[in-house]
Structure formats: structure tokens, C-alpha cells
């Protein structure tokens, strides 16, 4: 390996370094990089390595004012350990960095290195880079269902986006709303999934949840049912409409018109009056819901439901017009002139052309699913064929055959594995007799004296050009005949053409051209967003550019903004630290998914809904399976429990804060500290002097450098009584973690009255062992009882009941 080596002669040219070069890192006493880099833990090597041993001023240890220190990043472990300073004013600093280690590596090692240094997970740092953990980037953390014997006891950190929020299209936070729900807060729950979800109820049944697809527990045993848990708090949130579907507290004063009443204009309409501003949506059908009512069968979506969340949405001041037409009943441009703002969401309803000759005499799956949704569909013939493999002929064929018909067909050019429905779908429809013939297209309608009997197919060799384009190729000398008595297109959705030309909007293959990031269109004032500037996608997606819209309007940013979303978190969380995140204790055994209850085949209908709601204990259960992803490699430095329970702070080259801040999970590292930004110093203040400090470590042999768990405790003593106390715990989180509860319990007591078994429990209530490290609960108990008896016994020895003012630490 070959690298660049620059002797910086300030921090300031370091962290340039670091903010202009790829690749660069810093080195000084090089005790956790080298190690690194010779095992190739990381799958790039360091291009440039930044010598800061040649960097002057940053290595003393100096007294600051009113007997406070200041440490320099570059200072040694061993200086730290034998400075006459540290040792008469905060001894448990010194003891500390004694426990480091050797005496060859305390030499070597330094401060900032010390706080700084990399995860020891053993998938972390496995040699060749054979895990992509969390911690380096990757989806998944090794040691949550893995060799753990050393990890976390307190939950995971959140290192990045989990899998299954960056997988859906509206980014909903499921694992912090499954958390709420798991803590008993059904409340905090439903209305974090509003904040990005504004119809649940609809989504937990029509959903492809591309979440669960990704979700980490499959690579364990099975996903979580992250659908039917957004069901049942949909239908949770309908039946409690009147107060999660309530009226602003305040009008704004703005109007908006929103045109189209399906899933993307229905979503502006919610997020928009959340802030406040009159929404009229105007719709061209008789009733509300778009391709909700009209597209998706009541089998899959009742109508009922959507009845529920209009009624809900009207409660909160919607305003909705029916039977009102764009270009016909009313004009854009007087729209654009009478509103604030206008949002157009009018779907894709035209079926496009795929050069069938006389195909413009068959009716199209949409024009079908939408005459049964209004009553009036005809039954179709008893020999039907659906020609498309996507949900909309899913739907077609079930319906279909729901009404009759006796033999119904889906063709389709895909092979059954490049079919764009659903697998679930799919099996459904084959377990209701449904015949599906994939890899071929229609080539000929066959036509006897005039009437349709049937459909010459060709078989289609490949799908997609070489740019994934669909281009399909076929084969048109394999050929085979269906008979018909008629044939129903359902090869996809197009938008209405004509009307969008008279908007004067920018277009691109028919669809209105918007700003991928706030749904913005060519025309100020005018945003659209659904099927309109997509083509055909999911319901999930088009909820998302709605509420992008809507974010975007300049009168709404404040109102529907980041607070508005983060105010409907509330609830209580369950984990040990701000910081870190809990999961069941059940979640860690094998399990399988909640059983959703089905209607046998036999016995569906058109009117009755296929599936059930699952019960709340169901629910719990299934919450409970959720990993609540994140890291659980422990923070490994000796040091930082003792500056979090010194309340010492942190100088970077940009900022300075308190310990309790600094460390945190990161790909890569262990702190908060940004690209390019270094640690200056360590300040410990005056007062820190006062307190009687100890810190405990349990590792396996002295040589070793990372404490198995590490225990820091003080206690603040005055005229006889604790007033403070600090509790800190290392190695047993991915972060220090304080135990505010237990250091509670010892204020106002006196040093002779300290229950230390009672106040150990304290600190270690709410762990949550992983498979193999339940041990360590019961070390990170004696260790704080260890350093509390030591502390007290320390207190009434110096007769700290009489002498009415602090001590210092020994």
C-alpha cells in the first residue's frame, strides 16, 4: 500500500487537509489506526496520512482558571496518568488512563485518540472488510443477532436511515413509530405516522410495502408485518378521527385549490390545512377519492374506509367540490388568479396505445374496475382475457371472475418473475382460478363474422432493451390462439393529454414536468404531483409528492415544517439515553409473522373485504419482533464516562461542547465530529475538583486496551449530604450512558445511608441483553457498587458530615 505523508504544522491546515483530499486521515500516536490499516479493515486504505505530531501546542496539560484544566488533544495516556495536576485535582482521570492498556501503549496513545478511536466490534474490524456493518456504511448490524458477547446492554445507536424507511417512497419513520407503540404510547404512534403518512388506513391495505422487503429481521428469520401494524393504527386513527383529524388551531389566511381528489391530492389537501390554509379540492367524478373509489376494487380497499377518512378530512375543514371538471367547469387560469396556490393531481386515466389493430374497441381495465366501483359494470363474457401483468389486471381478472365469468385469462408479455404485480397478488389471483399465460403479447384480435372470438398471441423473447427500457421482442413465429368472448386492456395508465397541453405547463412524454424535490412546476404558484408527472406508481408515492407540494408552499413551510413533525413524536421513549433505541427482548428469539386472517377463496366477494384487521394484542406482538435497527458495538474508550461524569467539554477546530454531547454512532467513528473537524483540547472545570470521583473497569487481562464494562461514579458531598451525583457506564452502549434515575436516588442522602445494591439496580434497570451478554449487566452492577462504597466509605473517613464544604477527589 502507498500513501501520501504531510507533516501538518497546525490544526487548522489538518482539517484543511482532510476537507480537500480524498481519502485523507489523521495520525498521531497511531495505536487504533495502524491496526486498521495493516488488517484492511476498511475496504479503501488511506490515500494521505496527516502527521499531527508535528503540530506545536496541543500536547500540555495546563491549569486553567480557578483550578479547572486544559488537556491538549496530543497529550499521552502516560502524561495524563503522571501529571502532578491531574493527579492532585481529578485523580480518577489519571486512574483512568492507567487502565489503558500497557505501558508501551500509553506511551504511544493520546487523548483525542482515545475518545476518538474506531469501534472494537470484531465484525467491525474483521480483517479484509468481510462485514459491511452499520457502522461502516452497511444495512445491517452483525453482532444484534450474532456473536454479541461483548456489545451493548442498552439498545443500539441509530447510525443512518434504516433499510426499511429508506425504502419507502414516503420515508416513514417505522421504526420510531413501532417504538412509540411498543412503549404503550398508541397516541405518539398514530400521529408520527400522519406526519408522513396521511391516510394509514388505505396504505395497510393496498400498500406494496417495499419497507418490508428490506427489513433486516428477514435475514434473521421473517420480515416484520409492517403492513398489517400501519393497518391497525389507521384504523385506529379512524375511529378517533375527531382527534387526529382535527381542525387547525389557527386559520393563515391562504387558499389553495387542489385539483383531484385521489391519494397525491387528497395528501397536499391534509398537510396543506394541518397549516392552517383553506383547501378546496374539486373533483370531476361524482364523488371524492379518485382512483381510490374508482380504480381499486372494495374487496381490496372498502368503500367504507374511504368514506371514513373524507368524513374525517371535511371535520378538518377540506372543502370538497364534485362533479366539477379542469378545463370544462372550471379554468386554470382563473384558478391560478383567484387562489394562492394551485395543486394539480389529476391522475392518469387514458390507456395507452399498444398497436393492436382495433384494440380501440376494447374496453380498458380502468374504464371497467370504475364502472363496477359505480355499479353499473356488465358482466363479461365467460371466456375472458386480460392482456397485462401489472395490479390493475390483477384486479380486472378478480373482479372478473368475482362477477362470473367462468374462464378468465391474464396475458402478459413479462415472465412470471418480471411480472409488475404483486407476488402475493399473484397467488391470489392464481388460488381464484385465474389462468395466467406470461411471455407472450397479442398479436391479432380474431374476429368471426364481426364478432370477437378470440386472440392471436406471439411469444415475447425479452422485455427490456439493453438501457432497461421497455422494448419487448418477440418471437412471432410461436404463436398460439385464446378464445375470447372479450378481451380487456390492462397494460397500463397515461395521462390526459389535451387537457394538460391547455395548462400551458412544461411536458415530457406526456407528463407534467415537476421539481423532483418540492413538486414545482414551470408555472409559479403551480405544483403537481401523482400519476400526473409520474406515470402509474404506488399510493405511498403519491402521498409523499403531495406532502413534498405541500411543504413546498412558500405560505405553508412554516406550518407543516420539520417542528410540525418532530411535535407529533411525543410519547414516552424507552430507551436508556436520547440516544439510543430499544427493542423487545422477544425480538432476539426466532418468530414468525402475526397471522392475518384471509377469507377462504371459495367464499369471497366483490363487497366483502379479503382480510382482516389484526387485534391490538396482535399487534404488540408483532411491534415486539421490530430489531429497531441500529448498532450495538459499545463505545470503547476508558476515558469518556469519566469526562461525562466530570462534566468536562470537548474543543474542536469549529466548536465546543459538553462530553456528554461528543460521543455518538457514526460510520466510522464514535463521536459527532464532522468531516474535517479535530479535536483541540479536553477542559475539565473548576468545579469538577470538588466532587469525590472513581472509576471501576472490568477487562479480561491487564493488556488488553477496552474495558469489558467500565463504571464511573461521583459524588458531590455538602455539609454532610450528597446534593449530586454522577453515574456513568462504558463499554455497556454504543454511547457513556448516565443513569439519571439512580443518581437521583442519592441525592439527600447521607454517605451512611447509601442502599449501593438498591442504587446498582437503579442503573442497570432497563437493559436489555443480547443473547450472549447478560453478564455483563451483573459486572456493570458491582462495579458501581464497588466505586459507591469506596466513594462513601472515602466521604466519612475525611469527615466530610462536618467539614460543610466539598471535597476533593481521591
Same mark, same amino acid.
Given at each position: 500500500m502507498s500513501f501520501s505523508h504531510i507533516h501538518a504544522r497546525s490544526l487548522s491546515e489538518a482539517a484543511g487537509i482532510l476537507s480537500s483530499r480524498s481519502g485523507a486521515q489523521v495520525v498521531a500516536g497511531g495505536t487504533d489506526l495502524l491496526g486498521t490499516v495493516k488488517d484492511r479493515v476498511h475496504d479503501a486504505?488511506? /490515500? #494521505?496520512?496527516?502527521?499531527?505530531?508535528t503540530v506545536e501546542g496541543i500536547d500540555g496539560i495546563e491549569e486553567t482558571g480557578e483550578g479547572g484544566l486544559s488537556i491538549g488533544a496530543l497529550a499521552r495516556l502516560a502524561d495524563l496518568e503522571a501529571h502532578p495536576l491531574v493527579r492532585e485535582r481529578f485523580p480518577v482521570l489519571a486512574e483512568a488512563?492507567? &487502565?489503558?492498556?500497557?505501558?508501551?501503549?500509553?506511551?504511544?496513545? &493520546?487523548?483525542?485518540?482515545?475518545?476518538?478511536?474506531?469501534?472494537?466490534?470484531?465484525?467491525?474490524? +474483521?480483517?479484509?472488510? &468481510?462485514?459491511?456493518?452499520?457502522?461502516?456504511?452497511?444495512?445491517?448490524?452483525?453482532?444484534?443477532?450474532?456473536?454479541?458477547?461483548?456489545?451493548? $446492554?442498552?439498545?443500539? +445507536?441509530? #447510525?443512518?436511515? @434504516?433499510?426499511? &424507511?429508506?425504502?419507502?417512497?414516503?420515508?416513514?419513520?417505522?421504526p420510531e413509530y413501532l417504538s412509540l407503540l411498543r412503549a404503550g404510547d398508541t397516541e405518539g404512534a398514530c400521529r408520527l405516522l400522519l406526519a408522513r403518512n396521511p391516510m394509514p388506513a388505505v396504505t395497510g391495505r393496498v400498500c406494496p410495502h417495499f419497507c418490508e422487503g428490506e427489513c433486516n429481521r428477514s435475514l434473521f428469520d421473517e420480515a416484520v408485518s409492517v403492513r398489517a401494524v400501519e393497518r391497525f393504527l389507521g384504523d385506529h386513527i379512524l375511529d378517533h378521527s375527531e382527534r387526529f383529524l382535527a381542525p387547525p388551531a389557527g386559520e393563515s389566511g391562504v387558499s389553495v385549490a387542489v385539483v383531484g381528489s385521489g391519494p397525491a391530492g387528497l395528501s397536499a389537501a391534509y398537510y396543506l390545512r394541518r397549516a392552517g390554509h383553506r383547501v378546496i379540492v374539486y373533483e370531476r367524478e361524482a364523488e371524492a377519492g379518485g382512483m381510490l373509489r374508482y380504480g381499486i376494487p372494495a374487496y381490496r380497499l372498502p368503500k367504507s374506509v374511504l368514506e371514513r377518512l373524507l368524513t374525517g378530512y371535511a371535520h378538518m375543514g377540506i372543502e370538497f367540490r364534485v362533479g366539477v371538471e379542469l378545463g370544462k367547469d372550471i379554468d386554470f387560469d382563473r384558478l391560478r388568479r383567484e387562489t394562492d396556490g394551485l395543486f394539480l393531481a389529476t391522475g392518469a386515466w387514458a390507456t395507452p396505445r $399498444?398497436?393492436?389493430?382495433?384494440?380501440?374497441?376494447?374496453r380498458s381495465g380502468l374504464s371497467f374496475l370504475a364502472a363496477q366501483a359505480k355499479g353499473g359494470a356488465s358482466v363479461p363474457g365467460p371466456r375472458l382475457v386480460v392482456i397485462g401483468g401489472g395490479n390493475v389486471a390483477v384486479d380486472v381478472a378478480v373482479t372478473a371472475k368475482r362477477l362470473g365469468s367462468e374462464r378468465v385469462t391474464m396475458v402478459c408479455v413479462e415472465s412470471r418473475e418480471e411480472m409488475p404485480a404483486l407476488p402475493w397478488e399473484i397467488e391470489e389471483a392464481l388460488a381464484e382460478g385465474i389462468d395466467i399465460l406470461p411471455s407472450f403479447g397479442p398479436a391479432v384480435l380474431v374476429k368471426e363474422k364481426g364478432r370477437l372470438t378470440g386472440v392471436e398471441l406471439h411469444r415475447c423473447t425479452s422485455v427490456f432493451d439493453e438501457t432497461g427500457a421497455f422494448c419487448p421482442v418477440y418471437a412471432r413465429e410461436e404463436r398460439r390462439t385464446l378464445e375470447a368472448d372479450e378481451i380487456i386492456l390492462a397494460v397500463g395508465q397515461r395521462s390526459e393529454v389535451d387537457l394538460l397541453e391547455r395548462t400551458g405547463l412544461s411536458l415530457e412524454n406526456g407528463l407534467v414536468c415537476v421539481e423532483e424535490s418540492t413538486q414545482a412546476t414551470s408555472s409559479a404558484g403551480v405544483y403537481a404531483g401523482g400519476d400526473l408527472t409520474t406515470g402509474p406508481a404506488t399510493v405511498i408515492s403519491a402521498l409523499a409528492a403531495g406532502r413534498r407540494a405541500a411543504r413546498a408552499f412558500p405560505?405553508?413551510?412554516?406550518?407543516?415544517? *420539520?417542528? *410540525?413533525?418532530?411535535?407529533?413524536?411525543?410519547?414516552?421513549?424507552?430507551?436508556?439515553?436520547p440516544s439510543l433505541d430499544s427493542c423487545a427482548p422477544a425480538a432476539l428469539a426466532p418468530s414468525v409473522p402475526v397471522c392475518i386472517s384471509t377469507v377462504p377463496p371459495e367464499d369471497r366477494t366483490l363487497a366483502q373485504e379479503d382480510t382482516a384487521t389484526i387485534a391490538a394484542e396482535h399487534a404488540g406482538y408483532e411491534v415486539a419482533r421490530c430489531f429497531n435497527c441500529g448498532c450495538v458495538a459499545v463505545t470503547?474508550?476508558?476515558l469518556a464516562p469519566v469526562l461525562v461524569a466530570l462534566d468536562a467539554s470537548i474543543g474542536t477546530t469549529t466548536r465546543e461542547l459538553p462530553a456528554s454531547e461528543f460521543f455518538a454512532a457514526s460510520v466510522g467513528g464514535s463521536t459527532v465530529l464532522a468531516p474535517g473537524e479535530l479535536v483541540e483540547r479536553v477542559k475539565l472545570p473548576p468545579r469538577a475538583a470538588e466532587w469525590r470521583c472513581r472509576y471501576e473497569k472490568f477487562r479480561l487481562r491487564n493488556t488488553i486496551d477496552f474495558p469489558i464494562v467500565g463504571a464511573a461514579c461521583a459524588l458531590h458531598v455538602h455539609e454532610g449530604v450528597i446534593? /449530586?451525583?454522577?453515574?456513568?457506564?462504558? *463499554?455497556a452502549a454504543p454511547v457513556p450512558v448516565r443513569a439519571h434515575a439512580a443518581e437521583a436516588s442519592?441525592?439527600?442522602? @447521607?454517605?451512611?445511608?447509601?442502599?449501593?445494591?438498591e442504587v446498582a439496580a437503579q442503573a442497570l434497570a432497563g437493559t436489555i441483553p443480547l443473547a450472549t451478554n447478560s453478564y455483563k449487566v451483573r459486572i456493570a452492577g458491582a462495579l458501581v457498587e464497588r466505586a459507591l462504597h469506596k466513594l462513601c466509605r472515602e466521604a466519612e473517613a475525611h469527615g466530610c458530615a462536618d467539614a460543610g464544604e466539598g471535597q476533593r477527589p481521591r
Amino acid at each position: 500500500m502507498s500513501f501520501s505523508h504531510i507533516h501538518a504544522r497546525s490544526l487548522s491546515e489538518a482539517a484543511g487537509i482532510l476537507s480537500s483530499r480524498s481519502g485523507a486521515q489523521v495520525v498521531a500516536g497511531g495505536t487504533d489506526l495502524l491496526g486498521t490499516v495493516k488488517d484492511r479493515v476498511h475496504d479503501a486504505m488511506p /490515500e #494521505v496520512l496527516v502527521n499531527l505530531k508535528t503540530v506545536e501546542g496541543i500536547d500540555g496539560i495546563e491549569e486553567t482558571g480557578e483550578g479547572g484544566l486544559s488537556i491538549g488533544a496530543l497529550a499521552r495516556l502516560a502524561d495524563l496518568e503522571a501529571h502532578p495536576l491531574v493527579r492532585e485535582r481529578f485523580p480518577v482521570l489519571a486512574e483512568a488512563a492507567h &487502565t489503558v492498556a500497557s505501558p508501551q501503549l500509553r506511551n504511544m496513545g &493520546t487523548v483525542g485518540g482515545n475518545i476518538c478511536q474506531e469501534p472494537r466490534c470484531w465484525y467491525y474490524r +474483521a480483517p479484509e472488510n &468481510t462485514f459491511f456493518c452499520t457502522r461502516k456504511g452497511g444495512r445491517y448490524c452483525n453482532a444484534l443477532a450474532g456473536e454479541n458477547r461483548f456489545h451493548s $446492554i442498552y439498545g443500539s +445507536a441509530r #447510525v443512518s436511515v @434504516r433499510p426499511c &424507511t429508506e425504502a419507502c417512497p414516503g420515508g416513514v419513520q417505522i421504526p420510531e413509530y413501532l417504538s412509540l407503540l411498543r412503549a404503550g404510547d398508541t397516541e405518539g404512534a398514530c400521529r408520527l405516522l400522519l406526519a408522513r403518512n396521511p391516510m394509514p388506513a388505505v396504505t395497510g391495505r393496498v400498500c406494496p410495502h417495499f419497507c418490508e422487503g428490506e427489513c433486516n429481521r428477514s435475514l434473521f428469520d421473517e420480515a416484520v408485518s409492517v403492513r398489517a401494524v400501519e393497518r391497525f393504527l389507521g384504523d385506529h386513527i379512524l375511529d378517533h378521527s375527531e382527534r387526529f383529524l382535527a381542525p387547525p388551531a389557527g386559520e393563515s389566511g391562504v387558499s389553495v385549490a387542489v385539483v383531484g381528489s385521489g391519494p397525491a391530492g387528497l395528501s397536499a389537501a391534509y398537510y396543506l390545512r394541518r397549516a392552517g390554509h383553506r383547501v378546496i379540492v374539486y373533483e370531476r367524478e361524482a364523488e371524492a377519492g379518485g382512483m381510490l373509489r374508482y380504480g381499486i376494487p372494495a374487496y381490496r380497499l372498502p368503500k367504507s374506509v374511504l368514506e371514513r377518512l373524507l368524513t374525517g378530512y371535511a371535520h378538518m375543514g377540506i372543502e370538497f367540490r364534485v362533479g366539477v371538471e379542469l378545463g370544462k367547469d372550471i379554468d386554470f387560469d382563473r384558478l391560478r388568479r383567484e387562489t394562492d396556490g394551485l395543486f394539480l393531481a389529476t391522475g392518469a386515466w387514458a390507456t395507452p396505445r $399498444i398497436g393492436l389493430q382495433g384494440e380501440e374497441e376494447l374496453r380498458s381495465g380502468l374504464s371497467f374496475l370504475a364502472a363496477q366501483a359505480k355499479g353499473g359494470a356488465s358482466v363479461p363474457g365467460p371466456r375472458l382475457v386480460v392482456i397485462g401483468g401489472g395490479n390493475v389486471a390483477v384486479d380486472v381478472a378478480v373482479t372478473a371472475k368475482r362477477l362470473g365469468s367462468e374462464r378468465v385469462t391474464m396475458v402478459c408479455v413479462e415472465s412470471r418473475e418480471e411480472m409488475p404485480a404483486l407476488p402475493w397478488e399473484i397467488e391470489e389471483a392464481l388460488a381464484e382460478g385465474i389462468d395466467i399465460l406470461p411471455s407472450f403479447g397479442p398479436a391479432v384480435l380474431v374476429k368471426e363474422k364481426g364478432r370477437l372470438t378470440g386472440v392471436e398471441l406471439h411469444r415475447c423473447t425479452s422485455v427490456f432493451d439493453e438501457t432497461g427500457a421497455f422494448c419487448p421482442v418477440y418471437a412471432r413465429e410461436e404463436r398460439r390462439t385464446l378464445e375470447a368472448d372479450e378481451i380487456i386492456l390492462a397494460v397500463g395508465q397515461r395521462s390526459e393529454v389535451d387537457l394538460l397541453e391547455r395548462t400551458g405547463l412544461s411536458l415530457e412524454n406526456g407528463l407534467v414536468c415537476v421539481e423532483e424535490s418540492t413538486q414545482a412546476t414551470s408555472s409559479a404558484g403551480v405544483y403537481a404531483g401523482g400519476d400526473l408527472t409520474t406515470g402509474p406508481a404506488t399510493v405511498i408515492s403519491a402521498l409523499a409528492a403531495g406532502r413534498r407540494a405541500a411543504r413546498a408552499f412558500p405560505a405553508a413551510v412554516e406550518g407543516i415544517g *420539520a417542528g *410540525a413533525e418532530a411535535e407529533a413524536v411525543g410519547g414516552n421513549g424507552a430507551s436508556a439515553s436520547p440516544s439510543l433505541d430499544s427493542c423487545a427482548p422477544a425480538a432476539l428469539a426466532p418468530s414468525v409473522p402475526v397471522c392475518i386472517s384471509t377469507v377462504p377463496p371459495e367464499d369471497r366477494t366483490l363487497a366483502q373485504e379479503d382480510t382482516a384487521t389484526i387485534a391490538a394484542e396482535h399487534a404488540g406482538y408483532e411491534v415486539a419482533r421490530c430489531f429497531n435497527c441500529g448498532c450495538v458495538a459499545v463505545t470503547c474508550s476508558d476515558l469518556a464516562p469519566v469526562l461525562v461524569a466530570l462534566d468536562a467539554s470537548i474543543g474542536t477546530t469549529t466548536r465546543e461542547l459538553p462530553a456528554s454531547e461528543f460521543f455518538a454512532a457514526s460510520v466510522g467513528g464514535s463521536t459527532v465530529l464532522a468531516p474535517g473537524e479535530l479535536v483541540e483540547r479536553v477542559k475539565l472545570p473548576p468545579r469538577a475538583a470538588e466532587w469525590r470521583c472513581r472509576y471501576e473497569k472490568f477487562r479480561l487481562r491487564n493488556t488488553i486496551d477496552f474495558p469489558i464494562v467500565g463504571a464511573a461514579c461521583a459524588l458531590h458531598v455538602h455539609e454532610g449530604v450528597i446534593d /449530586e451525583a454522577r453515574i456513568v457506564l462504558g *463499554a455497556a452502549a454504543p454511547v457513556p450512558v448516565r443513569a439519571h434515575a439512580a443518581e437521583a436516588s442519592l441525592v439527600g442522602l @447521607r454517605p451512611s445511608e447509601v442502599d449501593m445494591a438498591e442504587v446498582a439496580a437503579q442503573a442497570l434497570a432497563g437493559t436489555i441483553p443480547l443473547a450472549t451478554n447478560s453478564y455483563k449487566v451483573r459486572i456493570a452492577g458491582a462495579l458501581v457498587e464497588r466505586a459507591l462504597h469506596k466513594l462513601c466509605r472515602e466521604a466519612e473517613a475525611h469527615g466530610c458530615a462536618d467539614a460543610g464544604e466539598g471535597q476533593r477527589p481521591r
